[in-house]
């Protein structure tokens, strides 16, 4: 078993108001602590769906775990080849390599705590993924960045299957 020591030596606050938020309804996402900010120990963001809108598409992380935190509302979560529904006070934990894929349930809102653990930089991330919902930049541009995120997209059956 190896032993992440993260090197910070305070404590990182992150008051709401002060969050950045990308993206606007149906999906927001407040970046509140990335892996610099937490000496490499994590990186954390709540994400806030809305009327059953799509979080993330299928991928897997080579390096690092992600934790989903269900705080309200309801979620459709894809771990491996499962497709689990949760609610308020759920914890869905995946493990690297796992595809997984996340939405609000269909017709609900859902305000998720995701945590990824070792951290990875991933702030410039959904910076990104604005620039393409704003049209800045093509969808294809997230292919050119998958290593450098540890974000590697795939295909799901399992996923697609759900009717959406």
């Not at 994400?47 to 993330?56: F, I, Q, R, Y």
């Not at 775990?65 to 759920?90: H, R």
């Not at 653990?117 to 959904?126: I, K, L, M, N």
């Not at 919902?133 to 295909?155: C, I, M, R, W």
């Amino acid at each position: 078993m190896s032993l992440l020591v993260p090197k910070f030596d305070e404590s990182v606050i992150v008051r709401d108001a002060e969050a950045e938020v990308v993206g606007r309804a149906p999906t927001t996402v407040k970046l509140l602590a990335d892996s610099s900010a937490t000496g490499g120990a994590l990186s954390t963001k709540r994400v806030t769906l809305s009327g059953g809108a799509d979080g993330a598409k299928p991928h897997w992380h080579d390096n690092s775990a992600e934790m989903f935190f269900l705080l309200d509302g309801a979620a459709e979560i894809l771990s491996g080849d499962q497709v689990v529904t949760a609610g308020p006070g759920d914890l869905v934990v995946v493990p690297p390599g796992l595809p997984h894929a996340f939405a609000a349930a269909p017709g609900t809102d859902a305000d998720l705590l995701i945590v990824i653990t070792p951290g990875v930089e991933r702030f410039e991330y959904f910076r990104h993924l604005q620039r393409i919902a704003l049209g800045e930049v093509g969808p294809e541009s997230l292919l050119e960045v998958q290593e450098l995120y540890d974000n590697h997209f795939t295909k799901c059956p399992v996923w697609d299957a759900r009717g959406r």
